[in-house]
C-alpha cells in the first residue's frame, strides 16, 4: 500500500452527503500522520475548482499548481473520513503556507483554537 501523509493532495473516490453519486476528486488529507498510520481511514478536505463562492471554512489555494491542481482550486470545508482504499493516487504537496490557513479556516468552522 502507498504511504500518503498529511498536506498530500490526492484523487479520491468521493461519495456525496446524499450517498447517490461516487466521482472521483482532488482532496487534501489533512489527518495528522500519527491518525493516519494507526486506522485505516484518512481524514480529508475536499477541493474544488469553483473558486467565485468561498464559504466559512474554505480557503482559496494559493500555490494550486505547487499542490499539483490543474485549476485555481478551494480547499473546503466540507470534511470527509475516508478508508484509505478509495485513495486513487497522489497529485501532490500542499504548501506549508497554504495548509496553515487550511487548518485556520477549519478551525474557525468548527469553533476550535
Known amino acids: 500500500m502507498t504511504k500518503y ?3 498530500d493532495v490526492v484523487l479520491v473516490s468521493f461519495v456525496f452527503a446524499d450517498e447517490t453519486r461516487v466521482k472521483q476528486r ?3 488529507i489533512i489527518s495528522s500522520d500519527t491518525y493516519y498510520q494507526q486506522r485505516q481511514e484518512a481524514i480529508i478536505s475536499a477541493i474544488t475548482s469553483r473558486i467565485d463562492r468561498i464559504l466559512v471554512g474554505d480557503h482559496v489555494i494559493n500555490d494550486w499548481r505547487e499542490a499539483g491542481l490543474l485549476f485555481p482550486s478551494v480547499a473546503t ?4 473520513t475516508i478508508k484509505q482504499s478509495l485513495v486513487v493516487r497522489k497529485l501532490g504537496k500542499m504548501p506549508e503556507d497554504d495548509l496553515k ?7 474557525i468552522a468548527f469553533g476550535i483554537g
Open 5 to 7: 501523509s498529511r498536506g
Open 77 to 80: 470545508g466540507i470534511i470527509r
Open 101 to 107: 490557513e487550511i487548518d485556520k479556516q477549519l478551525s
Open 26 to 28: 482532488p482532496a487534501v
